[in-house]
């Protein structure tokens, strides 16, 4: 069965690993992943409830954008977050850029009429820089027998980041690394990168789903 999707991301970022649907004299922006997550989205019947390609918000006062955002997300049962190195604007605080509330919105349970919305299963997906890398966020190490992966929260929202590792009850192990190795699924917004993302789309909604009926065993924070 599908679902109803939203997908949050900076549109304009350049600096990730160029896509053959984008012509070659073009720098392919975050935008052009998203237009090749919607048609993978739509194979699998899945609705994306975030901005399309023909829709223009630059127009809209920013309390018109809002209602339409928290409209999409009161719909949609499921966040897509999509990581690049340039989704954060240094020069603007965190509560003035659109993807920490669009997060912060998808955390919430909210009420309308006889209606309530529960909070959104999220993924994020770390997308390839622009040399196809993703170890900027997500760092391969030599730890246990089986390798391990460092994950770069610091470079993330406080919203995103404070989502990460909050399961209250965490599995782990002790390694040759001097620190704990955690197991499972320990963070409510899980990372993944998007090369095992794009082409295995229904198993890891599915397990976003599996994080979503289990909310009570993390511990959220909603604020940006």
């Known amino acids: 069965m599908g679902h109803k999707i939203f997908i949050s991301y900076k549109y304009g970022d350049t600096s ?119 170890d900027y966020m997500l760092e391969p190490k030599m730890c246990c027998q089986s390798g391990c992966t460092l994950w770069h929260t610091n470079k993330l929202f406080k919203v995103l980041r404070a989502n990460m590792f909050n399961q209250i009850k965490k599995t782990y192990s002790n390694c040759n690394i001097g620190d704990n190795v955690y197991r499972g699924y320990v963070s409510y917004i899980h990372m993944v990168r998007w090369d095992s993302f794009i082409n295995n789309i229904s198993f890891w909604i599915n397990e976003v789903k599996k994080i979503q009926d289990k909310k009570d065993e993390y511990d959220i924070h909603i604020n940006v």
């Open 16 to 134: 990730v690993k160029h896509l053959e649907r984008t012509p070659w004299y073009e720098s392919t922006k975050v935008r052009h992943y998203v237009d090749e997550l919607q048609d993978k989205l739509e194979d699998d019947d899945h609705i994306n409830k975030g901005e399309l390609d023909g829709e223009d918000l630059s127009n809209f006062k920013d309390s018109t954008v809002e209602s339409k955002l928290r409209n999409k997300i009161f719909d949609s049962s499921i966040s897509i977050v999509l990581i690049s190195p340039n989704m954060k604007e240094l020069n603007k605080s965190e509560d003035e850029q659109w993807i920490p509330w669009e997060v912060s919105y998808s955390l919430r349970e909210t009420a309308r009429n006889d209606r309530t919305s529960r909070r959104n299963g999220i993924l994020a997906v770390v997308l390839p820089d622009i040399n196809g890398r993703y």
